[in-house]
């Protein structure tokens, strides 16, 4: 089974450039996950989605964040501008829709650095 | 509010030694899950506990979910560097939208 797909790996951009981040996740998985994880910590969820609807964006900076799920499959994560303080690495993760039960399966995550 | 504490944050020990890992909340989850993350990769599902008071081992690695499921422990015997990461404790709660969140992590480094 394929795992998650996430494209590019490594991305370094200057302060208030754009990027954009794409995952595939595995097939015939509903639920999506943005993780932002900052060097030395855990991941932190910026954005859940359940098909291609918004479970929950509380943690999303909607100022210059935004994310899209088109047709409940790929999924794009877009920061426009970039801040210094963006530079993380982003996870994307998908899961059955399992009640009570849930396991994240994860791809290999997208280093950004804003310099 | 972190709704999930992980301790300790840091742990550097001796190759052979056994250690403990802990994961503590107020909140009570459906199911609880361990991931270990090593440097430029994504986490990997170790193991997911769903029932109160339930152990499960994977080798040399014990998993125990709390009677009140409101906390785990992860215990390793006789580390290996091969076990060095960091290890990250998961938390699904109980309500429809099935959120995962995510404790700080121990980065654990075995010293051969």
């Known amino acids: 089974e394929a795992g998650v797909a996430q494209s590019p790996r490594y991305k370094i951009i200057e302060k208030r450039q754009s990027v954009a981040f794409w995952c595939n996740p595995i097939s015939g998985h509903a639920t999506l996950y943005w993780y932002q994880q900052i060097l030395g910590q855990g991941p932190k969820l910026l954005i859940q989605f359940q098909n291609n609807g918004v479970v929950d964006d509380s943690q999303l900076p909607k100022d210059r964040f935004s994310a899209e799920r088109l047709k409940g499959v790929d999924s794009t994560l877009k920061i426009q501008p970039a801040k210094l303080e963006d530079s993380a690495v982003y996870l994307c993760?998908?899961?059955?829709?399992?009640?009570?039960?849930?396991?994240?399966?994860f791809g290999q995550g997208t280093r950004l650095t804003v310099v | 509010t972190q709704l999930l504490e992980q301790s300790p944050q840091f742990l550097s020990i001796q190759e052979g030694e056994n250690l403990t890992v802990y994961c503590n909340s107020s909140?009570?989850?459906?199911?609880l899950q361990w991931y270990r993350q090593e440097p430029g990769e994504g986490p990997v599902l170790l193991v997911t506990v769903v029932t109160g008071g339930e152990v499960k081992k994977l080798k040399r690695l014990t998993f125990q979910f709390g009677d009140a499921r409101k906390d785990s422990s992860l215990h390793i015997t006789a580390a290996q560097p091969g076990d060095t990461g960091l290890y990250l404790c998961a938390g699904a709660k109980m309500n429809r939208d099935d959120k995962i969140i995510f404790g700080k992590g121990t980065r654990l480094h075995i010293l051969p």
């Open positions: 993760a998908s899961s059955l829709d399992t009640y009570g039960f849930t396991e994240a399966f």
């Open positions: 909140s009570v989850f459906s199911s």
